[in-house]
């Protein structure tokens, strides 16, 4: 399984963009790079995720490297609802076996 | 709705003592998985199942049993518990491929006393 590291914590600014890195150096040419989210108390939710093109939905983007060796996700306007740790994975394609690990932190201060 | 459920949510009980964390989804998908999440260690996978009566060891398999006798149902039993599996534990489920969503559900908080 590919390897993810993410810096532990992040702080940001209410309405501001947040832009939450992951290297993924070992990733293989087929794995998923997917991104949860966990808030307190809560289990871990869907964020986003992708394979080789950059990826948008309503919560957020992802950008991801030329080379796929990191990826980025872009939270466009931080709100304090968005206070949690992120979890950055890489999944094989054939199945759906998700390993986690330490997350980043994020703290939106108003 | 398309959820995933776990009962109970919250559970104390006493060492040796069996029990079991039902999980059951009602989104007809074939994987589902186990994980335990404890401080300063995050979430740690237990077992998956990859379909009807097929599972696997994650990277904590000791001290846990699953069974999948139905697609919807996977439960995590504990035979013999002991105080080392106080934790948070969650269940998910998505269809087979990395290219999918998966869901979580809301947790069992176990204390082993």
């Known amino acids: 399984d590919a390897k993810t590291t993410q810096p532990n914590s992040m702080e940001s600014n209410e309405e501001e963009p947040v832009h939450l890195p992951c290297n993924h150096s070992?990733?293989?040419?087929?794995?998923?790079i997917h991104w949860y989210r966990q808030l307190p108390s809560q289990g871990p939710e869907y964020v986003i995720h992708?394979?080789?093109s950059n990826v948008n939905n309503r919560m957020a983007s992802l950008a991801i490297a030329e080379d796929r060796k990191s990826s980025t996700l872009i939270l466009h306007r931080a709100t304090l609802r968005d206070a949690a740790v992120y979890y950055c994975?890489?999944?094989?394609?054939?199945?759906?076996?998700?390993?986690f690990g330490a997350g980043t932190r994020l703290t939106v201060k108003p | 709705e398309a959820q995933v459920t776990q009962n109970p949510r919250y559970l104390i009980t006493v060492t040796g003592k069996k029990l079991t964390v039902t999980c059951s989804q009602n989104?007809?998908?074939?994987?589902m998985s186990w994980y335990r999440q404890d401080p300063g260690l995050g979430l740690r996978q237990i077992y998956y199942?990859?379909?009807?009566?097929?599972?696997d060891k994650g990277d904590v398999p000791e001290g846990y049993k699953v069974s999948r006798k139905e697609k919807r149902n996977f439960p995590l039993i504990l035979e013999s518990p002991s105080p080392n599996q106080t934790s948070l534990y969650f269940c998910?489920?998505?269809?087979?491929?990395?290219?999918?969503?998966?869901?979580f559900g809301p947790g069992t908080r176990l204390t082993v006393l």
């Open positions: 994975t890489a999944i094989p394609y054939n199945n759906n076996d998700m390993r």
């Open positions: 992708g394979l080789t």
């Open positions: 199942s990859m379909n009807v009566e097929v599972t």
């Open positions: 070992t990733i293989s040419g087929t794995d998923y």
């Open positions: 998910a489920s998505s269809p087979p491929r990395g290219g999918n969503e998966q869901f």
């Open positions: 989104m007809n998908h074939e994987y």
